[in-house]
């Protein structure tokens, strides 16, 4: 019988050092009904260390709307379930977010029990600002793709903080030079509370230096963060103006917008709004 009201937890587990668990984590996974885990053998692992018997069931990013629903459907039946990942804070790059909509649609009561997340701590010890951050996950694994989205941030002010995998670390640095320029200032932080914990803050071009250098930071689990732009925006210029006219004459002018604003630095929604001054009361009808 569980000890804990009927509801799905939302379980922070250590992401390295097992003694980062909470006192609370530890009672919640030992006093619910059932823990469903991205990975039954990783987690199996923790709580046999915590020397928990609680029951173990598969949810990850493979699992069915069914079974989501069999989980929603133990607890308003009484039962009390835990969700974790392999490590961290759940919900945070992983897909545990549906079965929490799928509670939350069902009237079950979510309740967070917060822990080790490796953005949080990342950004704790990276020494760039962090009043503003922007968590944008991991980045695409084709560089096409990867490019076009380092692209779209490179204008962005608040510090970048993307995970990223170890055999990727190489191309992903050189693809940030190359859209964000070798100054920027970033923090590489791999293998955070694990023995061989990195944290080296540098301009992305060293980075790159620092990386090719040594083969042993491509290895374990990466945070980049990068520093948000600090460049004052380009003016809207007379050409600049002429060309917005121009492509919104074709375009819908919010797509033509986000279009040039890629080319020219401008956020899309001033070059927008620039335009739409210029065309009256009834232009954004």
């Known amino acids: 019988m569980s000890t804990v009201e009927a509801a799905l937890y939302i379980v922070a587990t250590p992401i390295g050092n097992l003694e980062d668990i909470t006192l609370r984590a530890i009672a919640t996974l030992r006093s619910v009904n059932l823990v469903a885990a991205e990975d039954t053998r990783h987690t199996r692992r923790l709580l046999q260390h915590l020397e928990i018997d609680t029951p173990l069931t598969a949810y990850h990013e493979h699992s069915s709307d069914a079974e989501a629903a069999r989980l929603c459907q133990r607890i308003v039946s009484g039962e009390a379930v835990a969700l974790v990942s392999d490590a961290g804070t759940p919900m945070i790059s992983d897909p545990g977010y549906r079965l929490v909509r799928a509670a939350q649609a069902a009237g079950v009561r979510v309740v967070p029990v917060p822990g080790a997340c490796a953005a949080i701590a990342a950004l704790s010890a990276s020494g760039l600002p962090s009043d503003r951050f922007l968590f944008a996950g ?41 859209c964000l320029g070798e100054a920027r200032e970033a923090t ?98």
């Not at 779209?152 to 640095?173: I, M």
């Not at 003016?235 to 080319?263: F, G, I």
């Open 138 to 178: 991991f980045l695409p694994a084709r560089a096409a793709a990867r490019r076009t989205r380092l692209t779209a941030l490179a204008r962005e002010s608040a510090t970048l903080v993307f995970y990223e995998a170890p055999h990727r670390l190489q191309e992903t640095l050189d693809d940030l030079v190359l």
């Open 188 to 285: 590489l932080a791999r293998e955070l509370s694990k023995a061989f914990e990195t944290l080296h803050r540098d301009t992305l071009g060293n980075l790159v230096a620092f990386v090719a250098g040594d083969s042993n930071q491509c290895r374990g689990e990466i945070v980049l963060l990068v520093a948000g732009c600090t460049a004052p925006e380009p003016e809207v210029d007379a050409p600049l103006a002429e060309l917005m006219q121009a492509l919104a004459s074709r375009l819908p002018p919010r797509e033509a917008a986000s279009l040039l604003s890629t080319y020219s630095g401008v956020r899309k929604n001033r070059l927008y709004s620039d335009w739409l001054a210029g065309q009256g009361p009834s232009a954004d009808s």
